[in-house]
Each structure stands twice: as C-alpha cells, then as structure tokens.
C-alpha cells in the first residue's frame, strides 16, 4: 500500500504528502467550522426554514459565513506547508551540491521531511546542509514582513499606529496574509534551531561540537537534549503546563514523542558507524555470487538468478562490465521481442572496494537504490554487497573473508 501521494517534483526530487496529511485538513476544517458558523441551525425545522424568509436568509449566512472560514483557515494551512517545502528544499539545493542525492521530500502533519540517500560524512558538510533549511525559513520570514510592512507603509501610518494594527488585528487581507506567513516563517527557523535531534538544530549543534569533541561524544550530548526536550514537550502537550497557564496540546506531545524516538534512532546509527568503520567490505559479503554474461538471454528463467540479490554483475572474464536488476529484466519480459543481458545492463553504476569500510559501503548502496552492489577488489569482482549482508556484519563482526565463489550457468569457479 502507497502510503503518500506525489505532487510533482523539484529539480527531478519526487515531493510526496503523506496520507495522514488530510486528516489534518480535516480537523482545521471542523475546528474553523466550530468557530465560524452559527450553531443555532439544528434547533430550526426544516418547514421553518422554508415558511420563514428572514429565517432562511439568517441560516444561509451562517453557513456561508463557516464555509468562508473554513476555505480561508485550510488555505493558511496550505501556505504554511508551502513553506516547510521551501525549508526542505534549502537541504535538498545544499545536500545535490555536495554530490548526496535526494531520494523525496515527504510532508507530514508535524512538518517535512527531505530523505538524504546518505549523511554528510564531514561536520562542516553536515552543517551547511543543516543550516540551509532555516536560512531558508529566515529569507521568506523577511520577504513577508517586508511585504506586509510596504502593505501598511503605502497609507503613510506612524510606526505606532503599525504595531496597533498588528496586535488588534485590523489590517485585513492582504496584510494578514503576509502577517501571518512572516510569523509562520520565523516560528519554523526557530523551531528547528532547537538543539535536540532529528530538528536541524540539533545537527549544527552537534557539528559544532565536533570541532572539540569526538563525532560519538558530541552525538551524546545532542541525544541527551534531545530526550531532556522530548520529555518537556510530551509534559506540557498532556497538561502538566496548566498551573502556569500553558495550554495542552496533543501536537506537542506527539512532537515530542517524535523528538524522544529520532533521538533513538540517531544513536543507533552513530553507534552503527562505529561498528562498520572497523570492518572492511571483504569481510561482510557472503559467498557463492552468481554472474551474468552480456550474450545471456532475458528469458523468465533467467529471474530464478536474482534469488539472493536484486542485481547481479556482467562479467567478461574477472572484469565487471555492467550490472543488471532484477526489475529491468520483468519489465522487458512484460514485451514482446528477443533481448540479451547487454541490451538491458546498466554499464555505468556505483561500486565499492573491497578495502574500504563498511560504514562508506552502505551510504553508497543507500545512494543507489539497486538492494545489491559488486565489490571489486582491484579490477576483478569479489563479490556482491547487500543490506542483509550489513546487518548480518553489524550483528556478528566477522573474522575473516570468504574466498570468491562465482557461478554462471549453474557452474562453479573459484
């Protein structure tokens, strides 16, 4: 099941809503609704309504009154997700020119999400990409309030009789707009400078702290935060806030439920790190490898090959010359025509060395999006790399490397 539905793309990144999405525009529509319009329509019959004029006139009004709030509160809404698209934009512009591709932007009901293929390896790396989301929040924040202090600046009014106008509400449309999208804008850069992980505070803090401490060190400390904040905001989301006029809000609390399981998950993967970067590639990848030759058939048979990987090497001799998947091979099944291996291999395609860690193996097979890589050990094959073969190492630290085994055919060599 597709858990979201795609909007278009930017700069050929797929930006995607999750489902859950509408549910929000749902509560916002009810909660304007409630506001809005006149509840006094239930105690009214319906011959009533049609017997009385004045009536039907009164009931009409209200109605139209509660749809014109309800289509002006979920347009805010619009224009606010329009803005967590721009900052997740800011991190997808900064993270391509570092050469890490962008696999989507998601939003969610709590805000967006840009899904890197990998990490920036380097602190300084880590926060330029980190940083770029709320300078982008920063930017629209300033052109908003330019527009909406222009807005009032056309009528000649003192810098009192702005700020009047500002807390009473008075300006209209389209000073509220602008108003409310320049507060929109500082309140999400402020947001994520929260320093507690997975917000974008948390990343510059902690790249900060890696110039004095170690990147594990420095990940602690952001992770502590990141619980001491999770912890307030699940508190104050469930009242505990009411004795200092602090309102409950279950957003918040699920904000901070977030908070307290992207800190989780953020140790975890630091503590990951260190465990690959001491194992070499050549030591995780799991014999036999079965090959492909570029004068193979694409025949149905030929899918029975890809039962341990999603992609197998072309090889001619010790050399790969291409590398096919296993969903190039059921599409060109699906028509009609005779095909080899070479028609449909890809002969330019990441790779990792069999002597680099394990740690910079998995962000490039996260970065390719095939389920499985050749390993090369020089300019000869050694094997095939998957991400059940990461976790198996990650799990149980191997003690050695197996010796190439490859079959073609169904026939063995070494």
Do not use: C
Request: aromatic share 10%; net charge positive.
């Amino acid at each position: 099941m597709r858990w979201s539905l795609r909007l278009g793309r930017i700069q050929s990144v797929p930006v995607e809503i999750h489902w859950s999405f509408f549910l929000l525009i749902l509560w916002v529509a009810w909660q304007e609704w409630n506001v809005s319009a006149s509840w006094t329509i239930p105690h009214f019959i319906f011959s009533d309504l049609m017997t009385d004029p004045r009536l039907f006139k009164y009931v009409a009004q209200a109605v139209a009154e509660g749809l014109r709030g309800v289509g002006f509160a979920v347009g805010l809404v619009v224009l606010a997700f329009a803005s967590i698209v721009v900052h997740e934009v800011g991190h997808m512009v900064h993270a391509q020119a570092l050469g890490i591709p962008v696999r989507r932007i998601l939003l969610l009901p709590i805000g967006g999400l840009a899904e890197l293929s990998r990490m920036p390896e380097r602190g300084i790396d880590e926060l330029r990409v980190a940083i770029a989301g709320p300078a982008a929040n920063l930017g629209l924040g300033l052109i908003f309030s330019a527009l909406a202090y222009a807005w009032l600046g056309a009528g000649n009014l003192s810098l009192s009789r702005i700020l009047h106008i500002v807390t009473t509400g008075g300006a209209g449309w389209p000073f509220g707009v602008f108003f409310y999208l320049a507060l929109t804008n500082f309140g999400l850069m402020l947001f994520n400078l929260i320093p507690a992980f997975p917000m974008d505070g948390g990343r510059v803090l902690r790249s900060l702290l890696t110039l004095v401490f170690q990147r594990v060190v420095a990940t602690r400390i952001i992770v502590g935060l990141s619980w001491l904040f999770g912890a307030a905001f699940v508190a104050l989301g469930l009242g505990f806030g009411e004795p200092w006029h602090f309102p409950p809000s279950l957003s918040l609390a699920l904000i901070g439920l977030f908070v307290i399981f992207g800190a989780g998950f953020e140790r975890t993967m630091d503590e990951s790190r260190q465990i690959l970067q001491k194992i070499a590639t050549r030591a995780a990848v799991r014999q036999p490898t079965w090959t492909l030759a570029p004068t193979d058939d694409v025949t149905p048979q030929l899918v029975s090959a890809f039962w341990m990987h999603s992609a197998l090497p072309v090889v001619v001799g010790p050399r790969v010359i291409g590398l096919l998947a296993k969903r190039d091979v059921e599409a060109a099944l699906k028509r009609v025509g005779h095909s080899t291996v070479a028609h449909l291999m890809r002969t330019r395609f990441p790779y990792v060395r069999a002597d680099e860690d394990l740690w910079r193996a998995q962000q490039v097979l996260l970065g390719a999006g095939l389920g499985a890589l050749p390993v090369l050990d020089g300019e000869k094959l050694f094997g095939m790399l998957t991400p059940a073969d990461i976790r198996s190492a990650r799990a149980l630290p191997p003690q050695h490397s197996e010796t190439p085994t490859f079959i073609s055919g169904g026939n063995s060599t070494v």
